[in-house]
């Protein structure tokens, strides 16, 4: 992540666009009459929540992850050298 882009990605993109299908769908149906006008917007309310909060958990989950990975390779760098010197100190002998 060397560009520091915030960018959704392609499973994201595909999720929200079936959302956003499926919400456009029951609207349709739903804006016939007050009372399912009320629940809709109710609901997409709550969807929206949800999303928000699930796009901010799979972000963070995947900074994590990154994170864990970049330790992992740096502690790996780091006992190479380790193992170098020690066969460089043995091989003196």
């Known amino acids: 992540m060397a560009d520091n882009k915030k960018t959704i990605g392609p499973v994201a ?17 739903a804006l016939t009459n007050e009372k399912n006008r009320k629940k809709l917007k ?5 969807l929206k929540q949800w999303s928000n909060k ?6 963070k989950t995947a900074e994590t992850t990154g ?8 502690k790996a760098l780091d006992a190479k ?10 091989t003196q002998r």
């Open 13 to 29: 993109a595909g999720i929200a666009g079936g959302i956003a299908g499926a919400v456009g769908a029951a609207a349709a149906i």
């Open 42 to 46: 109710k609901s997409a309310a709550e």
């Open 54 to 59: 699930t796009m901010k958990d799979w972000r």
């Open 67 to 74: 994170k864990d990975v970049a330790e992992t390779v740096d």
């Open 81 to 90: 050298e380790d193992t170098k010197k020690h066969v460089a100190r043995a």
